[in-house]
């Protein structure tokens, strides 16, 4: 079983982990027996699942819903959660929104921003609910990017992000998510704080990698992001197996394997 405490020790060892995004049963037991270290209920599950063009739609009771089809048929992995946006704007709807997904089965929860998520962090922590702060390419600010574009790019745009994630570290924050930012900066966020950096499409000196399930199935809807691999048709899955897929990626992760610099962004 993993917890926070061995993803912890993963960092402080150099051992990298994995992270996949999951939304049901069947791909949740799968990927338990490819011991793949922590699953992520992303709202990801608007694009991939729904049908929607953007994350914005999905709501807490649909979040609550797939984190307890994981729940229910992954033991080994820690589980991520995310809160869907705008249910967490006020402290206390952010509160009762992550009693929802705990008691749905998640073991931590996922924020999108910077500083500003500094007192929920607080909050939450002394509640006894870890949180995972995700930064970068946040994709519920899609609006305000004006699209899904590489971020931290400018000296003043990646100093802010440094100072976010030492901030929300310094509130509390568990984990952290670098999303779709230069290999670099990526590189220094993750040597400047203690806690674990889960990357994606954040080069390969994060101490672990996420992808959305479908998209390293070779499922992607439109043009396949720089940072996505496909490891069900990889010649190394000599079984052709998504079990396979997921076991590889792990290996891949691992080795050092994945991601290549073909995968990053500078
Ligand atoms: O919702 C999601 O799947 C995510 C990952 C892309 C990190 O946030």
Do not use: W
């Not at 011991?35 to 709202?43: A, K, R």
């Not at 063009?53 to 807490?60: D, E, G």
């Amino acid at each position: 079983m993993t917890t926070l405490s061995t993803l912890n020790k993963f960092k402080k060892e150099g051992v990298k982990f994995t992270c996949l995004t999951c939304y049901d049963a069947m791909f949740a037991r799968l990927m338990d027996k490819a011991q793949i270290d922590t699953i992520l209920i992303g709202d990801s599950l608007g694009m991939v699942v729904q049908g929607h063009s953007s994350t914005l739609p999905v709501t807490i009771e649909d979040m609550v819903y797939h984190t307890a089809n994981i729940a229910r048929s992954n033991e080994h992995a820690l589980i991520l959660a995310d809160l869907p946006f705008m249910s967490y704007v006020t402290l206390p709807e952010a509160i009762t929104n992550s009693r929802k997904l705990m008691q749905a089965g998640a073991q931590v929860i996922k924020i999108e921003g910077g500083s500003e998520l500094c007192d929920l962090v607080t909050t939450l922590a002394q509640a006894g609910t870890p949180t995972c702060v995700h930064l970068g390419l946040t994709p519920q600010l899609v609006n305000v990017f004006g699209g899904y574009k590489i971020q931290g790019r400018s000296d003043e745009a990646a100093d802010k992000l440094l100072n976010d994630a030492q901030a929300v570290v310094g509130a509390g924050a568990a984990l952290l998510v670098l999303e779709c930012v230069p290999a670099e900066l990526a590189k220094k966020v993750t040597e400047s704080v203690e806690v674990p950096v889960i990357g994606i499409g954040a080069g390969a000196d994060t101490d672990g990698q996420v992808l959305v399930m479908h998209d390293m199935l070779g499922m992607v809807h439109g043009r396949v992001p720089r940072f996505v691999h496909d490891f069900l048709t990889d010649e190394r899955n000599t079984e052709h197996s998504i079990e396979g897929a997921f076991a590889l990626y792990k290996q891949a992760v691992q080795e050092g394997s994945f991601p290549t610099k073909q995968h990053q962004f500078d």
